[in-house]
């Protein structure tokens, strides 16, 4: 499967944005149209050998996008308009400590985002559509996505929920009015 979607491609566009912005902030709209003023931060990349690392350490297997993200930044705040509302993407530190307090409650899914209105994991045991979100309870919803899709997604939507949009946009064949599979949502109970 070829995906359209880069990390790298995604994360230098958005650092180079950034970057020359005045402040190393960005305006960021709302549905509404009021402006926010949005603060970025990137850590340092991870290395390869500390990624093999922790894969080693806790026998799991991470998505190519994700490595690549860690190999981007290894970790990251998007969209941070204050008062908590922003999205987080884990680096290996805090995935680290994920691992060692809640993996034994749900080892296939490793927690890899949040904000105040969802958190995301990447399911190990699958190899595409393998992102999944919930609102903190043990309901995992599948996104029917990979992590480049979703941060490619989560950039163009300014930080927003684009998640929770009407199904129908969602709709990955959007000319196939017959066939309406790409709306059902995919729910995983505990």
Known sequence: MTNKYSVFKIMNCLQQRVAFAQNKTLLIPNVYGELYVGKFAFNSSATKS???AFID???IQLPIEYEEFLRCCNGAILFDIGLGMRTEIYGLDMLTKFMNTIFDNRPQFLPVASNP???????ATRHENYLFWNEGSPKYICLEMEFAEWLGHLITANGSDFWNWNPMLQCRDIYNT???ECMKVKVVYD
């Open 50 to 52: 500390e990624i093999r």
């Open 57 to 59: 350490k806790f026998n």
């Open 117 to 123: 209105k969802a958190n995301f994991f990447i399911d």
């Open 178 to 180: 017959v066939n309406l």
